[in-house]
Every structure is written in C-alpha cells, then in structure tokens.
Antibody, heavy 120, light 112 residues
C-alpha cells in the first residue's frame, strides 16, 4: 500500500523560502502525477500545483511565481519550494497522488500533512 | 478561477437520517472529452482528506453505498442515505475541468 510522508521545517520566517519533501513508500513514484495542496487554519483546501514523474509541472497561477515543484525518481521523492513567504502561507501542507493517469479526478492517496507556520 | 459554492456550510443531522450537500460551479464542468470532472472528498476530524467520488458518481473503493453522488453541468449533490457517527467531518467538492482545480468551501456534517 502506497504511503506518503511530508517532511520539512514547521516554522519559517517571513520572506524566506518554505521547503517540503514528500517521500513515497510502498510503491514507485513513476507513472503517476503528484500534487501539493494546502489548508490554512480553519479554512478550506487550495491546490498549489502538481508534477508528473517525468518532470512536467503545473502550478496554481495565484502562486506560480513563488512555487517550484521538483521530482527525484532515484529517491522516490518530490518536493515543494515556496519563496517569499508571509503569514498568509501558514497552513497544513499535504502531498498527494493522482491515479488513473490524470490530475482531473483528484487524489486517491494523501500524506498526513505537515503544519508550517510563518512567523519571526 | 471556477468558483465552487457549497450549501449548507453546516449540516446538523440526526443519526440514521438522510443528509444532502449541494455544490454549484460558476461554469459548466463538462470537459471537451465529454466527461464531467466533479469529485467529492471527506475530511474526518484530525485526518487528511479522502476521496469519495470522482467524475460525479464513481464511488471509490471502500466507500459505503449509503453515499451517492449525482448531478450535471453546474449543479451537483452528495447524499448520505442514513448518517452514521463515522460520517462526521467536512465534505468538499472539487472540480478538475478548468485549471486551476478548485475546491468548495466545505460543508461540516455533525450529529445533532
């Protein structure tokens, strides 16, 4: 059974870069799309962006200029970098997998989430 | 961006009674390939979201058949025929037709 685990700092200073890694276990990162989604405290879900194992990416236009998503197939990991963070970026960050070779159907496997607080 | 509007935002339900959640989109969710990319997720307290349905009414593995999804175009519904205690949580609709994919605000289901 595929499992996803986010890892990274829980606290980031304003204007710095948030960096998270998602490690895929129990299966291969190949042949799937992978996404990052976030959830601010007491709020709903926001799609950050996705990456194909081949390296093709797409990001939410609202965050695009600040987002970098990358994949490392040798480590079975993919990552998120979000630059110039502010308090508005405080959220639980989830990594997730897309099944059926498309991102349009949402995600069938989710990580547990990594809480990131932006504060000095 | 396509705006997904759910109602109600809070839904107190008596155990064993039915529940219904509406999700409306600001644009038609019919894609050029003929599919309608409207999906439903459940987020139980303290847990990550879990997909319940994809393409309106395709039930994910392990989802009880008391849950059903329906709708077309811009108007969609998630129904629970008889609410059980484990159904407590927040339910989100999500569209995958128009990039960026967007979620509804969420509907909180609680037991009366």
């Amino acid at each position: 059974q595929v499992q996803l685990q986010e890892s990274g700092p829980g606290l980031v200073k304003p204007s710095e870069t948030l960096s998270l890694t998602c490690t895929v276990s129990g299966g291969s990162i190949s042949n799937y799309y992978w996404s990052w989604i976030r959830q601010p405290p007491e709020k709903g879900l926001e799609w950050i962006g996705y990456i194909h194992y081949s390296g093709n990416t797409n990001s939410n236009p609202s965050l695009k200029s600040r987002v970098t998503i990358a994949v490392d197939t040798s480590k079975n990991q993919f990552s998120l970098k979000l630059s110039s963070v502010t308090a508005a970026d405080t959220a639980v960050y989830y990594c997730a997998r897309h099944d059926m070779a498309t991102t349009r159907l949402g995600m069938d496997v989710w990580g547990q989430g990594n809480t990131v607080t932006v504060s000095s | 961006d396509v705006v997904m509007t759910q109602s109600p935002l809070s839904l107190p339900v008596t155990l064993g009674q039915p529940a219904s959640i509406s999700c409306r989109s600001s644009q038609s969710l019919v894609y050029g390939d003929g599919n309608t990319y409207l999906n439903w997720f459940q987020q139980r307290p303290g847990q990550s979201p879990r997909r319940l349905f994809y393409k309106v009414s395709n039930r994910d593995s392990g989802v009880p058949d008391r849950f059903s999804g329906s709708g077309s175009g811009t108007d969609f519904t998630l129904k629970i025929s008889r609410v059980e205690a484990e159904d407590v949580g927040v339910y989100y609709c999500m569209q995958g037709t128009h990039w960026p994919w967007t979620f509804g605000q969420g509907t909180k289901v609680e037991i009366k």
